[in-house]
């Protein structure tokens, strides 16, 4: 009987490890840079103390690499998340929850967010990371020279119910992986950010993901002068051309309604054309790309994203 329980708890710590995943390679302007300018951890195990050095840029993520990607104003960067390699199954699905994307100066501990999504049942993030190969962007904002990380952080709510600091077996996971880029030119710059650790409480990231409702997203809000942002790979630098139709003849059709305050616009696309895949990014704040979909139906979800769904 002994040695059944080893093997159960050897079975279930695998499978666990199995059902973690890591940011393994990162694009820009949609051309891959591989892992250049990424800080990778030693391993894809999540941060589950939200008052451990980790939550700065994962384990190992005060030590810089030797490459800092060049970027400016408008360019998309790209983050791409496997658990054992690029374009495989990113995540088991039962780990649901959002991800979030923060930028400080290089140097500081002063984070300021400038994208969250995917954070309700019926649009976790989880769901449209694994359908888009994991991967998804932000548009970098206009930023004075110089060298700055990005953090994307994606926290999974599938043992959330009760706190780390209450059982250390279960809590919230905390997959984070940070860029490191610089900019050459810009005129702006960011305003006062939040600590790694230190923007987060133990009840910040406690849900119960089996009750429903929407997890409220920890931490600030996301800055206003933040670019847009969405799932799949980003487009080229939004000063040019980046999306939309390209041929054919398209009839589009939006409907807006409203249902206990909250309002919900649905985009259909039939004839020719070329509208975003299903489960790719349809509109939303600053978003460049079609707003259409080839499949699907485009459905807005809050101010930042709408996506297509079937």
Known sequence: MKFL??????????????AHATV????V???????????SPPNNNPVKDVNSGDMYCNANGNNAVGTWLPV????????????????????????KGPIQVYITKSGSNSWVKIDQRGNSPGSWATDVLIGNQGKHYVI??????GRYLVRAEWITLHESDTSYASNPARGAQIYIGCAQVE????????PSGVSFPGAYSFASVTFNLYGGGTFPYPGPSVWS???????????????????????????????????????TTTTRQSGGGSGAALYGQCGGRGWTGP???????????????????P
């Open 291 to 309: 707003t259409t979909c080839a499949q699907g139906t485009c459905r807005a979800n809050g101010e930042w994203y709408s996506q297509c769904l």
């Open 29 to 39: 302007n949609g051309a891959s840079k591989g892992n250049q300018g990424l800080r």
């Open 5 to 18: 329980a080893i093997g159960a708890l050897v079975s279930s710590m695998a499978a666990s490890a199995m």
């Open 225 to 263: 002068g933040a670019r847009g942002a969405g799932y799949g790979t980003g487009p080229g630098n939004s000063g040019g051309n980046t999306g939309g139709n390209t041929g054919g003849q398209t009839t589009v059709r939006t409907t807006t309604t409203t249902r206990q305050g909250q309002t």
């Open 72 to 95: 400016r104003g408008g360019d998309s960067l790209t983050f791409q998340w496997g658990h054992n390699s690029l374009n495989d199954d990113i995540i088991a699905s039962s780990h």
């Open 24 to 27: 393994m390679a990162l694009h």
């Open 140 to 145: 970098l904002p206009d930023l004075s020279a």
């Open 183 to 190: 900019f050459s030119s810009g005129s702006v710059s960011l």
